[in-house]
């Protein structure tokens, strides 16, 4: 079993900046891709960004992209997203996922065998 647990949400003003972290612990050595994930009310779980948990690849949707950067430091098995440039509509619940293999379908749910708790970001216009 992997346990992972979020943290650095809160809110923020748009434009503004945050930085999410996902510590992980358990059975680390399993796991190949870590993602996050975003959950607004009434919306369904959005990818938001991944990264290879022995490699430097990283994927982003376009939604993201050049505001959202993935970054890992294995020895304290521990996935960051820093998040620039903030929008109201980046409101959501976040949350870290790991998975035992890695796919084309990073972006998919499905890929993901753990999940943390979440944790709530908002950003105010």
């Known amino acids: 079993q992997v346990q992972l647990v979020e943290s650095g949400g809160g809110l923020v003003q748009a434009g503004g900046s945050l930085r999410l972290s996902c510590a992980a612990s358990?059975?680390?050595?399993?796991?190949?891709?870590v993602g996050w994930f975003r959950q607004a009310p009434g919306k369904e779980r959005e990818f938001v960004a991944a990264?290879?948990?022995?490699?430097?690849?990283?994927y982003y949707p376009d939604s993201v992209e050049g505001r959202f950067t993935i970054s890992k430091d294995n020895a304290k098995n521990t996935v960051y997203l820093q998040m620039n440039s903030l929008k109201p509509e980046d409101t959501a619940v976040y949350y870290c996922?790991?998975?035992?293999?890695?796919?084309?379908?990073?972006?998919?749910?499905?890929?993901?065998?753990?999940w943390g708790q979440g944790t709530q970001v908002t950003v105010s216009s």
């Open positions: 990264i290879k948990w022995t490699s430097t690849n990283t």
């Open positions: 996922a790991a998975g035992k293999y890695y796919s084309r379908t990073y972006y998919s749910a499905a890929l993901y065998d753990y």
């Open positions: 358990g059975r680390t050595f399993s796991i190949v891709t």
